[in-house]
């Protein structure tokens, strides 16, 4: 079913099932798909169908009025992008994610909608709901990676832990006096036992 769609991250190609990591993943990939139907337009969605969220899925990418030309050399400027890439940042300890890249032929134009971050974490049939795709039951075409946390340098998932650090770190300077504060405090003190 995935010989005519090419996804890449950087020189990458991307297989059903190939693990890659976040960091690997970071920048948008490439995305063609080799349509005969050069004329219609197409609608692409990357999820995650793992995610720890309340919905259990996470919208990665969106974009839809995708035209078949353009999705043929991998143009995907020339539909409207709902909600931009943003790469996968698996929690720790949330073990393995499936991400999920399917391409919809649609029945004409989409209005655009609407979208905002709170649309990242609704899931997979209300965002279908939401854009006017509901009554498209199958992809045309699809193909997944897994991903998983992981603790390499350069990172989203190493700049999510510095953030955490540098507030545990401003958490601890707001509790430590400085020798002034202890000095007047030494002071106020040595004057109530004077009085």
């Known amino acids: 079913m995935n010989s005519n769609i090419i996804v ?9 099932g190939v ?4 960091l690997q993943t970071a920048k ?10 050069i004329n219609d337009k197409y609608t692409l969605i990357l ?14 990418w969106l974009v839809i009025n995708i ?4 999705l043929r050399t991998g143009d995907l400027s020339e539909g409207t992008i709902l ?13 393995e994610h499936i991400y999920t890249f399917e391409i919809y ?6 209005d655009k909608t609407v979208m905002d971050e709170n649309d990242r974490i609704i899931s997979f049939n209300a965002i279908k709901n939401k854009i006017g795709i509901q009554d498209l039951i199958t992809p045309v075409i699809s193909i997944f990676f897994n991903s998983k946390y992981t603790n390499t340098v350069g990172g989203s998932n190493i700049k ?3 953030k955490r650090k540098t507030i545990k770190k401003n958490r601890r300077s707001k509790n430590r006096k400085t020798k002034k504060d202890k000095l007047f405090t030494l002071r106020q003190h040595h004057q109530s036992l004077k009085m």
């Open 8 to 16: 890449k991250y950087g020189d990458v190609k991307i297989e059903d």
């Open 19 to 22: 693990f890659l990591t976040p």
């Open 28 to 37: 948008q990939p490439s995305v063609i798909y080799d349509t005969t139907d």
């Open 47 to 60: 999820y995650d169908s793992k995610a720890v969220s309340p919905s259990g899925n996470h919208n990665h």
């Open 67 to 70: 035209p078949g030309n353009s």
């Open 83 to 95: 909600l931009s890439y943003k790469g996968p940042a698996p929690p720790s300890g949330s073990g």
């Open 105 to 110: 032929k649609q029945n004409g134009d989409l």
């Open 160 to 162: 999510r832990n510095r």
